[in-house]
């Protein structure tokens, strides 16, 4: 078992910054990428930026890129999104996944924290 805890979200202006930081804790050794994903009211859960717990290879939606940076702390088991030069569309519950050796897919999330950019 993995377990996930976002924290950092919050309420910012348009062209504003914020960090969400994702604890993880249980079955470390076996995280194979980790993820952040993001839901606003009315749409779909979507894809926002990724890294590989090792060797941290990176990834981002074209929405994100330029803007978003996903980085990973292995010593303090911590995945993190800054988020610059934010936008009123990026108002969404961010959610951290995990994918590991023993699953298909995101197999582990979390409770979701909410950013709120106004205009």
């Known amino acids: 078992q993995v377990q996930l805890d976002e924290s950092g979200g919050g309420l910012v202006q348009a062209g504003g910054s914020l960090r969400l930081s994702c604890a993880v804790s249980g079955r470390v050794f076996s995280l194979l990428v980790m993820a952040w994903f993001r839901q606003a009211p009315g749409k779909e859960r979507e894809f926002v930026a990724a890294?590989?717990?090792?060797?941290?290879?990176?990834m981002y939606a074209d929405s994100v890129k330029g803007r978003f940076a996903i980085s990973r702390d292995n010593a303090k088991n911590t995945v993190y999104l800054q988020m610059d030069g934010l936008k009123p569309e990026d108002t969404a519950a961010y959610y951290c996944a995990a994918k590991t050796i023993s699953g298909k897919g995101y197999d582990y999330w979390g409770q979701g924290t909410q950013v709120t950019v106004s205009s």
């Open positions: 890294i590989s717990w090792s060797p941290g290879t990176t």
